[in-house]
């Protein structure tokens, strides 16, 4: 089956087990698709730091709940997209609670659910 493209046309013509396709303006669909991707991609990660951002502050132990309304993150973005991020609390006690200081929280809490999500990976 060969299946040009010609603009916005879609011609099929029948023939024996092959494919021909001819894009017009390669270079051009090539920059499109590349546009496309980074689109997608960036939308991804935007979720991936929300849903990361959204998870530590449910897992994050609570006494006066200071700790856990302490995340926030911040995105930068481009023409092209997503292209930097951070997952912050300035609660000046955050590392003592992950480093296990309470009971309602395993060790390293924050770097489990960041593993766990595929934000980072482990060493």
């Given at each position: 089956m060969e299946?040009?493209?010609?603009?916005?046309?879609?011609?099929?013509?029948?023939?024996?087990n092959s494919v021909s396709i001819d894009i017009v303006d390669f270079k051009k669909e090539m920059k499109r698709?590349?546009?496309e991707m980074a689109q997608l991609a960036s939308l991804e990660i935007d979720k991936r730091i929300d849903y990361a951002t959204n998870t530590l502050?449910?897992?994050?132990p609570v006494d006066?709940?200071?700790a856990r309304s302490g995340w926030k993150n911040t995105k930068k973005y481009d023409e092209y997209?997503?292209?930097?991020?951070?997952?912050?609390?300035?609660v000046d006690y955050i590392d003592v609670l992950n480093k296990g200081h309470s009971k309602q929280a395993p060790r390293y809490f924050i770097e489990q659910v960041l593993s766990k999500i595929g934000i980072i990976t482990p060493e």
């Open positions: 299946i040009p493209l010609v603009g916005n046309q879609l011609k099929e013509r029948k023939m024996t698709v590349e546009e502050r449910v897992v994050t006066t709940g200071k997209g997503f292209t930097e991020g951070s997952i912050i609390n300035d």
